[in-house]
């Protein structure tokens, strides 16, 4: 199973940036698919931006045009740069990876492997 550490987040203010980074442990880079979600207080776990072993990335349409996931296979990292951040972007983030045959996906169901979480807090 594949261990996974989150970090980077903070606090800034409406319409800062932050990048998130993700390290991976025991990663295999053609067997994983990996992905970052986030959960505001009182709210369910939702997925942010995911992408597979080619590559191939996905968004919510929340986060669109504004975010952008990335990985480093040589280095077993996972990255999302976060840009024109809003207080509705404020939540726990988690890096998520998930084994098997690459698929995108922005389903928790999907993923067996999670961090800790990086909190992200954005001010008005």
């Known amino acids: 199973q594949v261990q996974l550490v989150e970090s980077g987040g903070g606090s800034v203010q409406s319409g800062g940036s932050l990048r998130l980074s993700c390290a991976a442990s025991?990663?295999?880079?053609?067997?994983?698919?990996m992905a970052w979600f986030r959960q505001a207080p009182g709210k369910e776990r939702e997925g942010v931006a995911a992408i597979d072993s080619d590559g191939t990335t996905k968004y919510a349409d929340s986060v669109k045009g504004r975010f952008t996931i990335s990985q480093d296979n040589a280095l077993n990292s996972l990255y999302l740069q976060m840009n024109s951040l809003n207080p509705e972007d404020t939540a726990m983030y988690y890096c998520?990876?998930?084994?098997?045959?690459?698929?995108?996906?922005?389903?928790?169901?999907?993923?067996?492997?999670w961090g800790q979480g990086t909190q992200v807090t954005v001010s008005s």
């Open positions: 025991g990663y295999v880079a053609n067997t994983y698919y």
């Open positions: 998520a990876a998930g084994e098997g045959v690459p698929i995108l996906t922005l389903i928790e169901a999907d993923y067996g492997s």
